[in-house]
């Protein structure tokens, strides 16, 4: 039997087709639009610069929840957030209700918990700046905020996700940062530079500065609730706070602040040693000339805001704080009985607190009724005040005193000056006669003599400061009030009175009638 016979390869029809030219792009049958590819770098730059409505789809919203790391959020169906917590009937405790990824449960919810206080992998914006328009696009934004995120998103720092309300046009920007952290009640460089992104970013998209940043809209609700954010996702790239930062103060034309001018160097110990002593000699110039010219108060008393020899300070236009008017007013008169020699009393120093209570009460009162403090707190006041004249503090709201800060390096030129002169200084003392020796001698012999004096002048404040106190039948203070008032330290106050015989109270002081038990 011969074999079956082959048709002729020409016979086949389909060989007579032609091929065609491959399509540029394909379309959907069922809407017709174009389907475009996109990059397999998920984390690439867009290809399109500017912002635009894209929607999101499954594989971006699993980038995104691989990028935030966390594999349960808790979330809320709308704004009643006390559905977003839990409570153990048995005992009492709340938590809260974290809907685990992937579940239906969470695609229904609208609001959800990004961020952590001491992890955040996601920088998130609500921009309340309506623009009336409803549609959920891009194009409804703000035309303000359109620009600048267009202007963003061209630079390549624009959000990677963007919702837009459909009602209003009011939006929320997300986007994604490396992660952020910062130990339990703490915060850390990272976190505070978080919080300046936040900050510039408000003040050039008129953001809420209220926004609490716990709970905010959730990108990837699926539902049909017509009042639901429409999300676009714009990228899945990661920016860095500090390139972030550097964008929006480069819009905003705003100057980086900088660190200010490091310390000054000097070639040697010995300059540094003259330059501090020529900076003591103009500061005290300059006091001197201070104390010579008169002050603002007594040539324009009313530019000054001194009422009535009173210098009044205001809460708000007709509303004076009374309290820290007189607190001043007297502080100011202490300083002047001081100046002046004068013993600083607690009538004078109580007479000037009212009197400046009533100036301020006068002038502004803004219909309220006096509220002077009663005697015991006043009298409190007056030792408040001395204790701040004889410390030497004129305003005491801010901080004085404190060591300067100084570098490594004039820590070392110092020590090494030290060094020196201490072996210069050794081979002068090798003569215990010579006229260097007798010079110092004599000079250690007179600052002893002016140790005694000061010795005895805190002998005599302290006396005078308890014989007062018995003289008004008041009961002593504590060593550690008295060594507040007099400005000594704790120590010092109990040698003085135990040299003076006047040792205080042993033990623990009394408790108080409140906190006394029966």
Known sequence: ?????????????????????????????????????????????????????????????????????????????????SKAWKKNPETGETKPRMFPVGTPALERCQYAVLTHPQYTAALVLDIDRPSHESGGQVTNLHSKVHTVLDRLAVAGYGPAWLGINPLNGKAQAIWLIDPVYAGEGRSSPNTRLLTIATTELNQLLGGDLAFSHRFSRWPLHKSSDP?????????????????????????????????????????????????????????????ELAEQLP?????????AGVIDGVRVMWISTGRAARDETAFRHALATAHRLKKAGEALKDAKLIDAYERGYNVAQAVGGDGREPDMPPMRDRLTMARRVRGYVTAGVTNPTTRTGGATRMSSAGRKALATLGRRGGQRAA?????????????????????????????????????????????????????????????????????????????????????STKSAKP
């Not at 002050?295 to 530019?303: L, N, S």
């Open 427 to 511: 081979e002068r003392w090798k003569d215990p006669e010579s006229e260097y020796a007798q010079q110092q001698r004599a000079n250690l012999s007179s600052a002893n003599a002016l140790r005694s004096y000061s010795t005895d002048e805190h002998k005599g404040q302290l006396l005078a400061l308890i014989s007062n106190y018995r003289r008004q039948g008041l009961e002593v203070p504590t060593t550690r009030e008295l060594a507040r008032e007099l400005g000594l330290s704790l120590r010092r106050t109990q040698e003085l009175r135990k040299a003076l015989g006047l040792p205080g109270r042993r033990g623990r002081p009394p408790l």
């Open 1 to 81: 039997m011969s074999p079956t016979a082959q048709p002729p390869t020409s016979l086949r029809p389909w060989d007579d087709l032609e091929p065609g030219p491959r399509p540029s792009q394909w379309t959907d049958p069922s809407t017709g639009q174009a389907i475009h590819s996109y990059s397999p770098d998920l984390f690439a730059a867009p290809s399109a610069p500017g912002i635009r409505s894209c929607g999101w789809d499954d594989i971006q919203a699993m980038t995104f929840l691989q990028h935030l790391g966390r594999d349960a959020f808790q979330a809320s169906r709308d704004r009643d957030f």
């Open 295 to 303: 002050e603002t108060a007594q040539i324009a008393p009313a530019a």
């Open 227 to 287: 009042t639901a954010y429409r999300w676009h996702c714009q990228h899945n790239q990661i920016v860095r706070l500090t390139d972030l930062v550097a964008e929006v103060r480069r819009m905003t034309n705003t100057q980086t602040p900088g660190r200010g001018e490091g310390e000054k160097q000097y070639p040697s110990g010995r300059d540094r040693i003259e330059a501090a002593r020529k900076a003591t000699a103009e500061a005290k110039m300059l006091r």
